[in-house]
Each structure stands twice: as C-alpha cells, then as structure tokens.
C-alpha cells in the first residue's frame, strides 16, 4: 500500500522561510515530486528528487532522505503569489500517488 | 495554446445520467491520466493508458471508463453518473519511461468540474 502524509495547512510571513514536510511508506519509490496547486487551477511541476540530498532551483529547494521515507520542499523570500497547495506525490513501478497537499497561506 | 485541454471547463449533470469528459494534449506523450479530486482525500488516479493500446485501471476506477481515440485524446466517461461523482477532474500527461527527459513529470489540464445532482 501507499503512505503519504503531509501537514494539512501552515501560514507564514512574507518574506520568510517556510519548510513542508512530506514522510511516506510505499510499497516502491522511483523518486519523489512536488507540485504546486492554486485554488481551482491545475498541478505544475516544482521539484523531482530521486538521489538523497537538496536540489535547489530559484527560492524553491527540495530534500530527499530514501532511508528516512522523508522528504521537504523549502520556500525562501515568500511572496504573496506562493499562497497555494503543495502536493507531494512519489513515483511508484508505473504512477504517481499523492499526499492530500498542505495549504500555505502568506500573510503580509 | 494550451499544451492539454480538457473539455468541458464546467458540468452540472443529474443522476443517472452518461457523460464524457475529454482531454486532448499537443506535447506528443505516450502517457495519458485521468485524475479526480476532493476535498480533504487529494488526486486519486482513475486510469490511466501508456500508449493507443494500453488501458489500465487506477485506484478508483468502479464506476468509471476511458476511452483512447488517438495518442493526443483521452476520454473519461460516467456510465450512470451518481452524486458521489461530483470532483474536479484532471487529466495529465507524460513522457514514456524510460526517456531522454530526466523528470518525466506529468503535465496536468486545467480541470472540469462536474457536479452531480
């Protein structure tokens, strides 16, 4: 089966930092992605982590940790656009499974 | 343009009814997906299809069937649609495994939100 839990909402500051935790027990791991999703829109692609350590592309990062089934996405110089729900979703044999996401909102 | 499209955006429909629901996709993938969403449970698959003659079944496929007409279209339809039905449903995209592409991510549609009465 498949495991996967994220927080259901979190609020920071603009400006800040904000980390997302993502911890997951699946019965295969091909590598793990982060989408992020506005209200009523569509998933985009954010980050792809398969080897253990830190990718980093622009304020976003991404962390993988195979051995710990843990996984976070890191968000730096928060702006209000980043209000959104972040989607966490490993790759099985075939398909993708998501978390339920986690709700950020970005207060002034 | 659009790279996938779904169509129609909006849906109200009643019980009972049949209704399909279209995707088309000009990024030439193989890989096709139907997602629902709700509230609270996130994107559970309902099919998906690896290539014209490939259909397999998702987590949550009771109820529900797929048509692939053609590598760039990708049909979900409600045989006998029923309130528990009313999501927002996705349809996604991706590149073959393996690939030149690193990520193979899936690309999504913006959406179609049916309501069931």
């Known amino acids: 089966g498949q495991n996967i839990d994220q927080p259901t909402e979190m609020t920071a500051t603009e400006g800040a930092i904000v980390q997302i935790n993502c911890t997951y027990q699946t019965s295969g791991f091909n590598g793990l992605f982060w989408y992020q999703q506005h209200a009523g829109e569509a998933p985009t692609f954010l980050s792809y982590n398969v080897l253990d350590g830190l990718e980093e592309k622009g304020r976003f990062s991404s962390f993988l940790s195979r051995s710990k089934g843990y996984s976070y996405l890191l968000l730096k110089e928060l702006q209000m656009k980043d209000s959104a729900s972040y989607l966490c979703a490993v790759k099985g044999a075939n398909n993708l499974f998501f978390g339920t996401g986690t709700r950020l909102t970005v207060i002034p | 343009d659009a790279d996938v499209t779904q169509t129609p955006r909006n849906r109200i429909t009643k019980t009972g009814k049949r209704i399909m629901l279209e995707c088309s996709q000009t990024k030439g993938h193989d890989r096709m997906y139907w997602y629902r969403q709700d509230p609270g449970l996130g994107l559970r698959l309902i099919y998906y299809?690896?290539?014209?003659?490939?259909?397999n079944k998702g987590e949550i496929s009771d109820g529900y069937s797929v048509s692939r007409q053609a590598q760039a279209k990708f049909s979900l339809s409600l045989e006998s649609a029923i309130p528990n039905q009313t999501a927002l449903y996705f349809c996604?995209?991706?590149?073959?495994?393996?690939?030149?592409?690193?990520?193979?991510?899936?690309?999504f549609g913006p959406g179609t939100r049916l309501t069931v009465l």
């Open positions: 996604a995209t991706s590149d073959s495994f393996p690939g030149l592409r690193t990520y193979n991510e899936q690309f």
């Open positions: 299809s690896f290539d014209v003659k490939d259909i």
